[in-house]
């Protein structure tokens, strides 16, 4: 399988863009939420924009990543709205390994 395509997205025409360019390029494609989503939106606002996003490009496969920088509360909150995957730079290292912990225990991936 190719390498997936990475983009960070702030729209739903940013998903679009993004799906229509790993589709033509026959690519997975991963999709990464600004850190602000967190604070302004949520994470299930940037799930369902990307899901809304996946119903026109099937044939991409497609992972979601919320941003939480370093926000160990806000990953939490993501990984209960039903986040696959996770961007976090938490501190302490305790804290960013009991949410690495957490999140593969629900069979979600967190990228540090």
Do not use: K
Request: with cysteine; hydrophobic share 50%; proline share 6%.
């Amino acid at each position: 399988m190719n390498e997936p395509l990475f983009f960070r997205i702030t729209s739903y025409n940013d998903a679009i863009a993004a799906f229509a360019a790993a589709s033509g390029q026959d690519r997975p494609l991963a999709l990464i939420s600004p850190q602000t989503v967190l604070y302004a939106q949520g994470a299930a606002w940037f799930l369902s924009l990307c899901h809304q996003a996946a119903t026109h490009f099937p044939q991409v496969p497609c992972t979601m990543i919320v941003d939480c920088a370093d926000a160990a509360g806000y990953a939490l909150a993501a990984l209960d709205a039903g986040a696959p995957a996770l961007a976090l730079n938490a501190r302490p290292a305790q804290a960013r390994q009991r949410l690495q912990d957490i999140a593969r225990q629900m069979g979600r991936t967190v990228y540090t």
